[in-house]
């Protein structure tokens, strides 16, 4: 079969130029049956440049690829347009290919970008640009280059030269990141990291990616996290630290730890003793000694001035109080109204005459009758006109005599009536006096049981009228 078919392509061919072909020499494929009538029938189309059931036919329309049984073009042959008159006579103005039913570029020559249905020439310095785009934008550089213009040159980094059209490429094994600018740290063994610069350092350096030199101070090389052996008179974790240039206020020992000398602690001897430590002597964390007077670790507390002859204990600073002073550390004053000024450590004293409570600070009610009052609740007999447990109250104005009892509740003067002489009888009672309830005897006119409600005092006798009147 498939030598039947290569003496069809080539017989197809001779009769290509020939300008006709037998039946189905010009298939586009192998696929050709006989129909029932006998004819031949090319079941995936002609070739182009034919038509026809049996693609016997060439297209009598000049650069026409396929056409129609009517003699209608249905595509052009590269670099020709299709044109109203139905044939591919116009070809596409300096393009190297064009869209057949629209004439606009696929693509120019070197040097030209598609716009519309030519190609313009690129005025701009895009030496390095293979295919134009449209608008002059370029879709493929020169090997090396990259951007819209390629005139972006591909990193040193890039393996074997190479990027994409935005310069991202594969990194060789010294640098990194999305165009492999980035080169590994000067510590990297080699110069060689990941894609994340992590790699083995080189002799002298540590961290993740190498970036940190070890230490001045180290004597041997140091470990990946800097920690290292130290040379004299340098200490710390990492070497850092100069013990001869950081101990101003002592002096380096063979351990390199700085001895301060008298007055100063701290590890580089930076601080100073407490004023409270005896003879200005501290250790190493500021603890020490105290002086009269003075309390705590570092003896930086004073001892309050509640404490007697100012002595209190170094340790916690209790002490004993003055007799006006109480509080575990004699910190808090006896209220005023403590008798002699003097309480126990509590607070708690014998009061003065008009002061109350736990403490004696709370003074008695002006309104007492006398000075005094309970020690515990404030409570007293009050002055005439006041009432209440501590007399703040003032008696109602329509008490009789100013007068009330312990509650407030008082007589009434005429004219008012309630528990507390505050609301007045009705104008209908007779001469404005009532109960304490407001009950009182109506005036002529008057009814209800406050006398509140008031009539015309006309009364209704008959219904029968004189001549000439009406009810």
């Known amino acids: ?90 070809s596409c103005p300096l393009c190297k290919t064009c869209t057949w039913p629209t004439g606009f570029c696929d ?33 493929k550089c020169k090997q090396g280059l990259w951007g819209v213009k390629c005139s972006s040159k591909c990193s040193p980094g890039c393996v074997d030269g190479i990027c994409d059209m935005n310069g991202y490429c594969k990194c060789v094994e010294t640098y990194l990141g999305t165009r492999c600018d980035l080169s590994c740290n000067i510590g990297c063994k080699d110069g060689i990291c990941n894609d994340r610069g992590q790699c083995k350092c080189s002799t002298g350096f540590w961290g993740e990616t190498c970036e940190y030199q070890c230490s001045e101070g180290c004597l041997d090389e140091c470990a990946p996290d800097g920690s290292c052996k130290c040379k004299s008179h340098v200490f710390g974790e990492r070497c850092i630290y100069n013990c001869t240039t950081l101990c101003t206020n002592g002096q380096c020992n063979d351990n390199q730890n700085c001895v301060c000398t008298k007055g100063f602690w701290g590890t580089f001897c930076t601080k100073e003793c407490s004023v409270g430590c005896q003879n200005s002597i501290c250790d190493l964390h500021g603890k020490c000694e105290c002086r009269q007077h003075f309390w705590g670790q570092s003896c930086d507390k004073e001892c309050y001035f509640g404490c007697e002859n100012s002595f209190c204990s ?35 004293c014998q009061c003065k005459l008009g002061y109350w409570g736990k ?48 509650d407030g509740t008082c007589l009434c003067k005429a004219g008012s009536y309630g528990k507390y002489c505050n609301m007045a009888c009705s104008s ?44």
């Open 1 to 90: 079969m498939e030598y039947f078919y290569f003496l069809l392509l080539v017989s197809g061919i001779q009769s290509e130029l020939q300008g006709y072909c037998q039946p189905c020499e010009c298939c586009r494929t192998e696929r050709c049956i006989s129909l029932d009538n006998g004819d031949k029938y090319c079941m995936d189309g002609c070739r182009d440049g034919f038509i026809g059931r049996d693609c016997a036919s060439r297209c009598a329309l000049k650069n026409c690829a396929r056409c129609l049984y009517n003699n209608t073009c249905e595509q052009c042959f590269d670099g020709y347009m299709y044109s109203h008159q139905g044939d591919c006579e116009k």
């Open 107 to 139: 693509s120019c020559e070197p040097g030209y970008y598609p716009r519309y249905e030519s190609c313009e020439k690129d005025n701009s310095d895009s030496e390095g640009c293979l295919v134009f785009g449209d608008y002059g934008r370029c879709d």
């Open 314 to 348: 170094s340790k916690d600073g209790t002490c004993i109080c003055k007799r006006d002073y109480y509080g575990e550390k004699c910190e808090q004053q006896c209220e005023i109204g403590c008798v002699r000024d003097t309480c126990s450590k509590n607070g708690s």
């Open 359 to 406: 403490q004696c600070s709370f003074i008695c009610s002006l309104n007492c009758l006398t000075p005094s009052c309970d020690k515990d609740t404030g409570y007293c007999q009050c002055k005439l006109g006041f009432w209440g447990e501590s007399c703040h109250s003032v008696c109602n104005t329509n008490c009789i005599d100013n007068t009330c009892r312990v």
């Open 428 to 471: 209908g009672c007779t001469n404005s006096i009532c109960d304490i309830d407001g009950n009182c005897d109506c005036k002529m006119n008057y009814s209800g049981r406050r006398c509140e409600k008031h009539s015309s005092g006309l009364k209704v006798v008959s219904n029968i009228c004189k001549q000439g009147f009406q009810v």
